[in-house]
Structures are given as structure tokens and as C-alpha cells.
């Protein structure tokens, strides 16, 4: 297996997500606000003193209003000859009120997500001596790897003081996930020139079949200081749980064998904001990310991501509209990020930088924002050429007074 990997990585075509998407059970995903990736791909900060951050636990409190919040994106990636496109569906949540500056909020969005394919372009030969047949053959892999882990979140998040706030989230950990590789076999022959031509024989095909379940637990607390606002936050998740069954074309599904994953699941993050004055604001962020250590067997091509580090700075500006207008305000944003991936035998640079607008439309609290995220990611063992992607995020929260209006009766 170790000498496939080493040829796959020589000489490969990807084809749907990227290349992040190569270890452990997928690409990780922490990040669904527009209104947060427009400064600088941030986590716990719109630019709204009354809009709650998706990504933020502590901050769902500033609506008064039941929400209806979802948000989806586009993903383009260049990576040598290819160009890759994915398209996904990254949150959706209601929250609403219980009591006066306290939220709950129920949703569901993805945390580990992988949908790629690898086709080897070279081919293997199998002199004759060591071929079944007696003759000579070659064969290359193609390789898919699909699903991955979800969650489905409760959130609880209240005003303590006038200046404290705390967000409590519990989310239940589940999914499934396929690993499918196909043995492509072909017959050998030579012309009279001795050109080599490859005719297919046959396909093994095998799968590793595995079921998620785990629990992530989030606390996150939030302190207004004048100008200053600060966040922290932390999250760690309970022993991962795995089923695993392996299917083979020709003996079909062996027994299923259960695994425990107990090298948790944890992050530590740091966000802090500065009010320039009531249009201007500026913000930065560290994160911190240590993913499932889990057997290589259970990981995308053996390999496990051991941390992500990052930092991220931005900055907005508020426009306040007129009291007549359809749209209340509107903001202009944009950041900086810079993360770095530590992964078995080498490392992923990720730098990039992010624009983003949004607008607070109508009186009941609507919330649109877009934004634009473009990187590049470099790797340090030169096995992947350098990724170029951008991503486009969408967000909505569409606010309506229901609560509200049952509290008053």
C-alpha cells in the first residue's frame, strides 16, 4: 500500500473538492457566517451590534427576533491542470428568543466533509514471471472518498451583565462515510513497431464502510470593554465511536468491527475587536484546531492532520442609511488570514485575504451578506502543486417577532 501512495502521489487527477479534503476524515469545516469570512475569514464578529454570529455561541443573545438562518457557498479550486468546483450547503438554523437578552437556537450543519476522487494517469506493470497469468500485465487505482461527520447543535446563549455574555452549545456528532478503491487490470501487448497498448481486463473494487458518532461540547464566553471586545472560546468533543465494515466485490461485507477514537476533537480560540468610532472597527483572531488522532487504516490515504493553526485580521465600515429607507445600514468589510496545516510528514501554508458586504434590510431584522475569499495553498514536501481557490459565501437571517410578540401578552 505504501508503494501505491507514493506512485499516486506522482502521477494523479483530482476531481470535485480540494486537496484538504486528503486526510483524516476530510476537510474541516468551523466557519459558516458571510458576515464573519468577509473580515479576514473570522469566526466570532459581524460588524452588527444586533446580529448574531453563526459561528459564534455567545452572540445569538443580540436578536430579539426568532430567526430563520441559513447559508450556503461555492468553492472553485485551480490545482495544475484542473479545475475543480463544489458546491455546499453549509448551515441551517432557527433561533429565537426566552426571555430578555437570551436566545436558544437548534440547527444542523457539516464538521468533516470529504467528496474527491484520485485516478492514477500512469500505469503499473506486472512483469510476466510475477504475473497469475504467466503473461505481462499493469493495472492503476482510481480511489473515492466520499461523506463524513455531521452535527446537530443545541445553543444557549444570554446577556450576564451589561458587558458579560456566555454561549453553551451541545451538538451530537453523527455520519457515515465511504472509501472506495478500484483496481483497474489490463493485458499488454506490442505492436511491430513496439508500441505498448493496454487492453482492460477487468476492476476489483473493495470499500472501508464507517459510521460516526461522538458528542462536541462548546463554551464560549464574550466581555465588552469601552471600545475593546473579547472572546473566548473552547470546544472538545467525547471519544469518537466508529463502525467498520469492509465490502469486497467478491466475498461481499465482512463482520463489522467497532472502534474507539479516544484522542479527542478540541479547539481554543481568541477573538478581539476594537470600535475605532461608529463606523469603523477593526478585529483579530487565533484558532487553534486539533482533529481526531485516529489509525491510519481509518483515515483518507492513511494520512492523519495533526493541528490547524491560524491568525486573522479585518476591519469594516457601517453605513447607516436614512430612517425612510428599505435598508437600514450596510457594511463594507474586508481581512487577511494566514493558517498553517501540520500534517503526518509535511505541512499546508494557507494564505489569503477576503472582501465581504452585507445589508440590514426592512424593520423586522433581515440580515443578507455575501463575501469573497481567495488563497492559495502551498505544501511544504513539493508532492501537490500549489492550490489556488477562491469561495463565495451567502448568508441570510430572515427575523420575525413571534416570541416577541407572545412575551408581551
Known sequence: MKLIYCLILLSFSFSQTSTSSLNGFGSYVNRFDASAIGMGDTKFFSGFSDRANFSSSSSFWKSPFSNLIMSIDVHNYSLSDDNLVSNNFKMLSFSFP????????LGMNPLLRSNISISESDYIFIPSQNSPTGN????????????GISEFYLLYSSLITDNFSIGLRWSKLFGTSEYEYLLNLYNISFDSNENISYNFNNTESFSNNQEYSSQKYNFELRYNLKKYEFVFSYSHTSPLEISFTPF????????????????????????????????????FENHYYNSFNTYDFLNILNNNIDNIKSNHIGAYFVDYKKSNSEINKSIFKFGFFDKKYDLTGYNISDKGFTLGYGINY??????????????????????????DYYQIVLSLISGEKWFVNERKK
Request: glycine content about 8%.
Open 248 to 283: 469486497f466485490d467478491t466475498l461481499g461485507s465482512l463482520n463489522t468491527e467497532e472502534y474507539l477514537v479516544n484522542d479527542n476533537l478540541f479547539e481554543r480560540d481568541f477573538g478581539l475587536k476594537y470600535q475605532l468610532n461608529n463606523n469603523i472597527g477593526l478585529v
Open 98 to 105: 426566552v426571555g430578555m437578552n437570551k436566545a436558544f437556537s
Open 136 to 147: 505481462p500485465l499493469a493495472y492503476n487505482t482510481d480511489y473515492s472518498f466520499k461523506g
Open 362 to 387: 426592512f424593520k423586522t431584522k433581515n440580515f443578507l451578506d455575501v463575501s469573497f475569499k481567495f488563497g492559495k495553498k502551498s505544501f511544504s514536501n513539493n508532492i501537490y502543486s500549489d492550490e
